[in-house]
C-alpha cells in the first residue's frame, strides 16, 4: 500500500522575480499556463516600479529647483543696489522665472505620471484578483 501526501507551497506575488520563476519551472513545479500568468505579473509590477521610480525622480528634480530658489531669494536679499548688484539681480530674477517654467512641466508630467501609475496598479491589482493557481502535481 503506497501513500500519498499533499503538498502545498504557498508563494506571495508581492515578491516573486522572474529568477523565482525560472526556478519554479526548472523545479518543473509550475505549468505553462501558471508561468505565462506569473511573467505578465512580474512584467506589470515593473511597469508599477517603473512609474514609481519617475515620481520619485520628478520630486526630487522639483526639491532641487526648491532649493535653488531659496538660495537665489537669500542672495537677492543681500544685494544693495549698486549698478552691478542691479545687473546681478536681474539675472538673479530670469534664473527665477526659468525655473517656474520647469516648475510648471515638472508637475504637469507628474500628474501625467501619477494617473498612469493608478492605473498600472489597478491593471496589478485585477491581474493578482484574476489569478487562481490550483494546481494538483
Known sequence: MN??????SQYTLNGV?????????????INADIEKSLRTITAQKKV???F??????????????????????????ALK??????????RYTKQLDEEE??????????????????LANSVLRNMLQELQMDVTL
Open 3 to 8: 501513500e500519498a501526501k499533499p503538498l502545498y
Open 17 to 29: 522575480t522572474n529568477e523565482e520563476i525560472d526556478l519554479l519551472l526548472r523545479q518543473k513545479s
Open 48 to 50: 508599477v516600479a517603473d
Open 52 to 77: 514609481d521610480g519617475a515620481l520619485k525622480d520628478q520630486q526630487k528634480a522639483m526639491d532641487q529647483i526648491f532649493t535653488d530658489q531659496a538660495r537665489l531669494r537669500e542672495n537677492m536679499k
Open 101 to 118: 517654467t520647469q516648475l510648471d512641466a515638472i508637475r504637469r508630467t507628474k500628474q501625467d505620471t501619477e494617473v498612469q501609475q493608478k
Open 81 to 90: 543696489g549698486s549698478a552691478e548688484e542691479r545687473t546681478l539681480l536681474q
